[in-house]
């Protein structure tokens, strides 16, 4: 079967900074399960997935743009210091923030007394990536599945 708009596809991936060394894997842990069309992962990717199988094994670049996008200047914000529960902040640092749209990846660029300035762009955001991807299953999306827009059951959401 292959990978095309309301597919579930389940995956291993590494992925690097384009020249770099890899940067995360799903090597020894389950494989990540989306579902196509429905911007569950970055766009290139899910592009480059398209009309291949399962056992499929492919490397691919994506550029930033398609990727987690450009770096924007000023997308910074500063945070009252309570929001981090007392986690101990370096410049630097990756930390996940609870905001009212669910938890947002942010790095900390300057700690103050009683505030944090954190830059909101996505960690990834300006780099260009490599992938190496295996498909391990393709399969028809359910219903509702389709209708809530992401997986359920094993791998999945779960309501």
Do not use: C, W
Not at 18 to 31: N, V
Not at 128 to 153: K, N, P, Q, T, Y
């Amino acid at each position: 079967m292959k990978i095309e708009k309301d597919r579930v596809v389940s995956f291993h991936y590494t992925v690097s900074e384009q020249g770099q060394e890899p940067l995360e894997s799903s090597e020894g842990r389950d494989p990540l399960v989306i579902l196509v069309g429905h911007q569950n992962i970055i766009p290139g990717l899910e592009t480059a997935m398209d009309g291949r199988e399962a056992g499929e094994k492919f490397e691919v670049d994506v550029a930033a743009a398609d990727a987690y996008g450009e770096k924007r200047e000023g997308l910074t914000q500063r945070i009252p210091k309570k929001h981090f529960e007392g986690q101990r902040l370096e410049p630097g640092m990756q930390v996940i923030l609870q905001t009212n749209f669910g938890p947002r990846a942010v790095t900390i660029q300057k700690v103050g007394m009683s505030v944090v300035d954190v830059d909101l762009n996505h960690p990834m955001a300006g780099k260009d990536l490599h992938f190496a991807i295996e498909i391990v299953d393709v399969r028809e999306a359910s219903a509702e599945e389709v209708e809530h827009g992401h997986v359920h059951g094993e791998g999945g959401h779960h309501h």
